[in-house]
């Protein structure tokens, strides 16, 4: 499959098979992100791996909503802004973005061998970085739930056409 086919099939899932994804899966998916570029190569990521079904429960209660508790698995992606670039002219922290450009690339990865994902942003951030214990500089950014579908995704998604999304020379 080409990039653009991908890239396409690549959606966000809600609904996963009572499976756990083997290791090597996760571990291949990681190593997508990890090779994500970030501003200034700083790499201001990090990942926490979550298939314990205690520590699941917990992360599935800082995101009410009933379908996570089907996801075998979750991987939380942090930032760490102290590590992060920041631009000189205006002091703009790119962590957030380096972390997204890293999950992208982790989502495509995972889509490529037959899994599925869903980023979360909207969660109880303060919840999570507690439960993990994480250090004041370290946010957590976005839950992913990954494991296979229940069934295939539709990869009809509405989107804008090129015309309107992009201009030449101008605004």
Known sequence: MNFIELA???????????KSV?????????????????????????????????ILELIQATYHREWL?????????????????????DGKD?????VAIAIDHLTLA???????TCWICNFDVQRCGEIFNTPENIEPIALIPIGYP???????KKRESIDQLV???KY
């Open 8 to 18: 396409t099939k690549r959606t966000s899932v809600r609904n996963f098979e009572p």
């Open 22 to 54: 083997e290791k090597e899966k996760l571990l291949s998916v990681l190593e997508a992100a990890r090779i994500a570029p970030s501003a200034a190569n700083f790499q201001p990521r990090k990942f926490i791996v979550v298939t314990d079904p205690k």
């Open 69 to 89: 508790l089907s996801a075998p698995a979750i991987i939380v992606a942090l930032g760490d802004h102290r590590k992060g670039w920041h631009r000189k002219s």
């Open 94 to 98: 790119f962590t957030d973005i380096d």
């Open 110 to 116: 995972a889509a490529e061998l037959g899994l599925g």
């Open 150 to 156: 229940v069934a295939e995704p539709e990869s009809v």
């Open 167 to 169: 201009s030449w020379n």
